[in-house]
């Protein structure tokens, strides 16, 4: 009786110690498992923290690339917008200086339009014109060629007309009594300071004295020439002194001509 009792109470007792461990085998299982969710959290939010900042990084890299292609779309755009607008006034120019040749103006007056005085083609071609010219026969004097055509256009006055008449008075300073005085026009002088005057004709120290002498002549003698090329050289070389329309016919000759070449020029380059 006791020995079955005692076995009774030997298998409550290890059913008790059984169920207490089982007990503390579940509530350890339970920590493990509760000790290991906030790791796996953390690394989630460690994951989708960085992947975050790389995608912002993303955006603004990808914001500031479009920006920079926004404003080298707008740069190409004015750049196109200039060139057009440069191309229009080379071909306006170009347009005027065409009508002016067509209608001979050059041929017969000295005084030039406003047109002319102020088309930077013209202004080119006529430097390119003197600079050639000079380099022929006194090349000394080519490098001043766009100070002379600068100089006529204050006045204006056709830069052709001031260099074919030099060209025939002393062929730009080289020959006759220019080459002594420096007076390339030949212009006469009533001075009597003998620095000035040399057997009736202006002594200059330099090219631009020359040309500014040249020039203010051509001035004073607008109003009673009406700007007229023919009636010009009358007062400038008169007859009983020269051959007046043999020199009239050269230089009328060789405007026209270098018109013609710089019509023909315009029409090549178009």
């Not at 009774?8 to 059984?18: A, D, T």
């Not at 292609?69 to 229009?88: A, P, Q, S, T």
């Amino acid at each position: 009786m006791n020995d079955k009792l005692d076995g009774e109470v030997n298998k409550e007792y290890y059913k008790e110690k059984l169920k207490d461990f089982m007990v503390g085998v579940l509530t350890l299982a339970m920590l493990g498992v509760a000790a290991r969710i906030p790791k796996i959290n953390t690394s989630n939010n460690k994951n989708f923290s960085e992947t975050l900042k790389e995608t912002t990084y993303t955006c603004v890299e990808n914001s500031q690339r479009n920006h920079e292609i926004e404003e080298r779309l707008r740069f190409d755009e004015k750049v196109k917008e200039n060139n057009y607008n440069n191309l229009n006034k080379i071909i306006e120019e170009r347009q005027q200086l065409e009508e002016i040749i067509n209608k001979n103006l050059l041929a017969n007056k000295y005084i030039l339009p406003k047109e002319l005085t102020t088309n930077n083609l013209y202004k080119e071609k006529m430097k390119e014109t003197v600079r050639s010219e000079l380099e022929k026969y006194n090349p000394q004097l080519a490098s001043k060629s766009a100070y002379f055509v600068n100089k006529c256009l204050e006045h204006k006055i056709n830069p052709l007309l001031v260099l074919y008449m030099w060209k025939v008075e002393s062929l730009y300073g080289t020959k006759g009594i220019a080459v002594i005085t420096k007076s390339i026009g030949n212009e006469r002088s009533y001075s009597k300071d003998p620095n000035k005057n040399f057997k009736g004709f202006a002594m200059y120290d330099s090219f631009e004295e020359a040309l500014k002498a040249t020039l203010e002549t051509l001035e004073r003698l607008k109003k009673p020439t009406r700007g007229r090329i023919e009636n010009l050289i009358k007062y400038w070389a008169p007859p009983q002194e020269n051959e007046t329309q043999l020199y009239v016919n050269i230089v009328k000759e060789a405007i026209i001509r270098r018109q013609e070449q710089i019509k023909e020029e315009l029409e090549n380059n178009k």
